[in-house]
């Protein structure tokens, strides 16, 4: 069965630090996958998507990128870490050109930027 | 182009009411329809989805949602709360030309013993 982890599960970091968040799918093969964020009482942001190794998508100007260096692999980062930039980052995967499964999504990443 | 609106920003109703969720939708063809569960620090959950058939589908926990082509709606509904529905909602679309699903700003439930 597929599986989708994501880690860490929450993270506290001091403005002006890098950012790392990994996300992996096991399971399946050449998934879609996405980052989203999710601001304190707000709905869900697309930052980023990708439909295959090294093809990433931004969907909105800020200051974090992604990378897919791996079929199932997704890392969001940041050289330097604002406080805007704190939130509830989720990763979810999708079957490639079968967006009507939906997707499924990771169990998220409270980062909270001080 | 694609969008959802979730009209209702936060619900509250006694455990073991009904309960009907507003979703409603903007898309030219026929959308893939999707309703999500998030409970407080988690990720999100499939509850149900719509891409063709009948109208009226089931989905886990005991939720059901019925697409409404006329209305551009998406409601999703359950007939008794339990205590453990506490969450919030999220309503979806999506499109056969793109990967992406546009989500609803979400709908906040709160219930009551």
């Known amino acids: 069965s597929q599986t989708i982890h994501q880690w860490p599960a929450t993270l506290v970091q001091p403005v002006g630090s890098p950012l790392s968040l990994e996300c992996t799918v096991e399971?399946?093969?050449?998934?879609?996958l996405y980052w989203y964020r999710q601001a304190a009482g707000r709905g869900l942001q697309l930052l980023f998507y990708?439909?295959?190794?090294?093809?990433i998508s931004s969907e909105v100007p800020q200051n974090l990128s992604a990378s897919r260096p791996q079929d199932r692999q997704f890392i969001l980062s940041s050289k330097k870490l604002l406080l805007s930039d704190s939130g509830f980052y989720l990763c979810?995967?999708?079957?490639?050109?079968?967006?009507?499964?939906?997707?499924?999504f990771g169990s998220g990443t409270r980062l909270t930027v001080v | 182009a694609q969008s959802v609106t979730q009209p209702d920003i936060h619900i509250t109703v006694s455990e073991g009411a009904s309960l009907e969720l507003r979703c409603n939708y903007s898309?030219?063809?026929?959308?893939?329809l999707f309703w999500y569960v998030q409970s407080p620090g988690q990720g999100l959950q499939l509850l149900l989805k719509?891409?063709?058939?009948?109208?009226l589908v089931q989905g886990i926990k005991g939720f059901e949602a019925e697409f409404k082509r006329s209305q551009s709606s998406f409601n999703l509904r359950k007939p008794s709360v339990h205590w453990s529905d506490a969450a919030e909602y999220f309503c979806?679309?999506?499109?056969?030309?793109?990967?992406?699903?546009?989500f609803g700003t979400g709908t906040r439930l709160q219930v009551f013993p």
């Open positions: 979810a995967w999708s079957v490639l050109g079968q967006t009507f499964y939906g997707y499924t």
């Open positions: 399971g399946t093969s050449n998934p879609n």
């Open positions: 990708s439909v295959g190794i090294g093809q």
């Open positions: 898309y030219g063809a026929t959308p893939y």
């Open positions: 719509y891409f063709s058939g009948d109208t």
């Open positions: 979806a679309v999506g499109a056969s030309n793109t990967d992406k699903l546009i």
